[in-house]
């Protein structure tokens, strides 16, 4: 499994390429996505297993992070999870 500082560098590169304007934070087991501008939540995402992949959370309106759809959220690998984060506009309603 990718450490901690290998996985925010991925991460990093990822929003390098999309023109940035997001900062990572790694906390309490997982990774938090903020818009750089506001400090605005946009996403979490939290190791589910040895294999990198992530359950992907929002900022709900509940203002606590929720799984993204109703049946336990969606895990997926980290780069299909920060692509899934940049497409769906869930994750920018607080931005």
């Known amino acids: 499994m990718p450490g901690q500082d290998d996985i925010i560098a991925r991460i990093e590169r990822f929003k390098e390429s999309r023109g940035g304007g997001v900062v990572v934070e790694g906390r ?3 990774y938090t996505l903020l ?3 506001t400090g605005a939540p946009i996403a979490r995402l939290k190791p589910v297993d040895q294999g ?3 359950r992907v959370l929002y900022w709900s309106y509940r203002e606590r992070w929720d799984d993204v759809g109703p049946f336990g959220g969606i895990i997926l690998p980290l ?4 692509e899934f984060v ?3 506009p869930l994750f920018w ?3």
């Open 93 to 95: 309603n607080w931005a």
């Open 28 to 30: 309490k087991g997982g």
């Open 86 to 88: 940049a497409r769906e």
């Open 79 to 82: 780069d299909k999870a920060l």
């Open 52 to 54: 990198g992949r992530m």
């Open 35 to 37: 818009l750089e501008e």
